[in-house]
Every structure is written in C-alpha cells, then in structure tokens.
C-alpha cells in the first residue's frame, strides 16, 4: 500500500530531507584522498546527530554503518571500514539518510575524488542528468513508469547498464516504503502518481554490463563486469504543483 503524507507530514519530511542533503555536503567537504571509509561514515554521523536527527540506516537489517559508502566498481551497500582507504582517482557513492522526529530523507551522491578518468567523469553526468530527467516526470497524474522509462531512456544510449536487481522506494516512516521506484520501465504503466506520495528515486548505473553480485560480507554490491558504478538519488514529493525535492541542503 502506498502511504500518502499530510501537509504537516511532508513539512517534517523536508526537515528529514534537509539534513540527509546536509550529510552529503559534509561529506562533499571533508572526502580525501588517505582518508578511510569509517573517518567518512563518522564525521557524517556526527553531523547527523548535531542536527537533531539520528542515522537512518545504522542498524537497518543490520547494517553497521551510518553511511553506504561504495567504491569504484562496488554499486551499493559499502560498508565503512578502518581498513579501506579512499585514493586519488576513485569514485565514490556516499548514500546517507536521517530520520527526523520519526520521519526519513535519503539520498545519494557519488563523489569524484581528485582527478578521475573520462569514462569515470561521463558515467558521473549521465546518472546524475537521469535522476533529474526522472524527478521531471514525477508530476501528478503521470504513471510510475514514466519516472522508470525517463531513467532507462537517458541513459541507454550510452551503452550503460541499468541495476535492475535494486530499485528506488517509497519513503516515510520507513525508510522503504511501498512502491517500488524501479530504473527501467513502460511508460504510462504502473501506480498513478499523486500528492502527497513520497519516492526516492535512485539511478544506479554501470559503465558496462547490468550484473551486479553480492560480496562475502553479505551487504557490498560489485559490477560483475569490474567496470565503474555511479549512484545517484534525491527523496522526491508528489504535490499539486509537480515534483519538489525534499532532499536539498
Ligand atoms: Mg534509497
């Protein structure tokens, strides 16, 4: 069931939305080369607190960070470590939520660090372009599959592969919330958009090859290609009057 949020609900969402988007500027200014994964996952869970808000995704299923921080070729649901260190030239997926007064925000940004490739470079634009190409045709009255198609059509041409096997969600007191927000889809199919839904809508895509595969420790997901992956996302209001991002800084 897809849970419609209030006016005063979505008031609290956007509080939500604007601290997790706070998150990602933290990480934005403190990522470095030498730095590990944990000194970053720490200083945004430090900043979470400092607002008023607690980390959404510690403890969620298990997972034992605050952040998903993922690395090159790893796509999702890197886990902060001591032991993994951020270099020159790597790309890397911060995905950081926080929960506000029993509501979540949730988003994602993927960070070049230094001077990267070319292809690292326009893997980076294509996903971020295809999550506002996507957030653009969240309007009300509009199928959930014109958000999905928006995704795919953008970033087909390239020759990039779409995650098929994770998607976006619903997002409100749970983290995730019906419906499924997938990256590929039919348009004019699917559940109707209306006020008062909330999505997050996450653009995971691979510079080559759509398989991905989960990794001994039971949570990091890796291209199966080895090729780089970009992971975008913005937590996203359906109102009267379109599509209005509640995960801005
Ligand atoms: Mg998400």
């Keep these: 069931m897809i849970i419609l949020k209030t006016a005063k609900e979505l008031s609290v969402m956007q509080e939500a939305g604007k601290i997790s988007a706070g998150a990602l500027v ?5 990522i470095r080369p030498g730095m ?3 000194e970053l996952d720490d200083a945004l869970h430090k900043y979470i607190l400092s607002k ?3 980390p959404s995704f510690l403890g ?14 790893e ?17 890397v997926s911060v995905d950081v939520g926080a929960c506000y007064k029993g509501y979540h925000g949730d988003n994602a940004y993927t960070f070049a660090v230094g001077e ?11 996903t971020e372009e295809s999550l506002y190409a996507a957030i653009k045709m969240a309007q009300p009255g509009n199928r959930l599959g014109d958000v999905s198609h928006a995704v795919q059509a953008y970033v087909e041409p390239c020759g990039y ?32 958009l209306m006020p008062g839904m909330v999505i997050a809508i996450e653009p995971m895509i691979n510079a080559s090859g ?3 595969k989960v990794m001994p420790n039971k949570w990091t997901v890796k291209t199966v290609s080895g090729s780089l992956s970009a992971h975008f996302e913005h937590t996203v209001a359906i109102t009267a009057d379109g599509p209005k991002i509640l995960t801005l800084a």
């Excluded at 796509?75 to 790309?91: F, L, M, Q, T, Y």
């Design 26 to 30: 933290e990480a934005g200014r403190v």
């Design 36 to 38: 590990t994964t944990k």
């Design 52 to 54: 008023g808000a607690t």
């Design 60 to 73: 969620y299923g298990g997972f034992p960070g605050c952040a998903c921080i993922s690395i090159n070729d």
């Design 75 to 91: 796509v999702i649901h890197g886990i902060p470590s001591h032991d993994r260190k951020i270099k020159e030239g790597d790309i």
């Design 116 to 126: 990267v490739s070319e292809e690292a470079k326009q893997l980076l634009k294509v």
């Design 161 to 192: 592969g779409i995650v098929k096997q994770y998607v976006g969600h619903g997002v409100g007191r749970d983290l995730h919330e019906s419906p499924d927000v997938p990256n590929y889809g039919t348009p004019g199919r699917g559940p109707r």
């Design 210 to 212: 759509e398989d991905v």
